[in-house]
């Protein structure tokens, strides 16, 4: 795979740095911090953060900006890196839109994505270990079972480097763990238009950020920042570290 080269500005690196120190001891004031250290600027993000309760998808320290386990050898991403996401995907992620959440783990950001898609959009969260499925599901009841009941979230069990075909193509597409190169299949399940964002990492072991754009069906690639997630795994390597 060939080597990308960061494009990140200084200001990301050093808004990035001050992101770890956005932990409150609310949600509101976890989320009030992130947006103080701008981590994100988008107020559609905000709002769905404010609106979901990471206690209910964190079983333990859910407002301190880290990532946290969650069981089965997995975890929830650091705060600041949600908030990231979201706010690359703003434009894609609006009402009626068809979005997928690769790597689903407890379901948070899976319901981030469906608060900003509203009542008419759908939001798939693929995860390859049915135990976090039926956790996802279990977190999502707590608060917010209409999202589920509505089918504007479907939480299913799969290969997410095999994306979800049956509701393709997504406007928006955001992976949860790193992959070494970009799946063919989520490229392809990428609607025009629309965007991906996906750590990668390169040949040399390093991740990046990656945001990947589909324009006039061709792909575009611009790396945003460098960043440590778990990898993009099978469930067999997955329960084997379990």
């Not at 509101?28 to 600027?41: D, I, T, Y």
């Not at 299913?156 to 393709?168: P, T």
Request: with cysteine; glycine share 8%.
């Amino acid at each position: 795979m060939k080597r990308f080269q960061l494009v990140s500005s200084l200001f990301i690196i050093a808004t990035r740095t001050m992101a770890w120190r956005s932990s409150g001891s609310t949600n509101q004031e976890l989320v009030e911090n992130l947006r103080r250290n701008r981590v994100f600027a988008s107020q559609r993000a905000y709002d769905a953060m404010i609106a979901v309760d990471r206690a209910d998808f964190s079983p333990r320290d859910p407002y301190e900006d880290a990532p946290q386990r969650i069981g089965y050898n997995a975890t929830i991403s650091a705060p600041h890196m949600h908030a990231a996401a979201l706010d690359y995907l703003q434009n894609h992620l609006v009402a009626g839109a068809n979005a997928l959440d690769v790597g689903s783990g407890s379901g948070y950001l899976t319901v981030c994505m469906a608060k900003m898609v509203g009542r008419t959009g759908v939001v798939v969260g693929i995860e390859h270990m049915p135990e976090l499925v039926e956790l996802s599901r279990k977190n999502i009841k707590k608060n917010n079972s209409e999202l589920i009941e509505n089918g504007n979230v479907i939480m299913v069990e799969g290969d997410g480097r095999q994306g979800f075909a049956d509701k393709a193509p997504y406007n928006a597409i955001h992976v949860g763990a790193a992959a070494k190169g970009v799946p063919k299949a989520l490229l392809d399940q990428l609607a025009e238009g629309g965007r991906m964002m996906i750590p990668v990492e390169n040949e040399d072991g390093n991740q990046v950020f990656m945001q990947i754009d589909k324009v006039n069906g061709k792909i575009e690639e611009k790396v945003v920042e460098h960043v440590i997630y778990v990898p993009l795994t099978s469930r067999e390597k997955q329960w084997s570290h379990h």
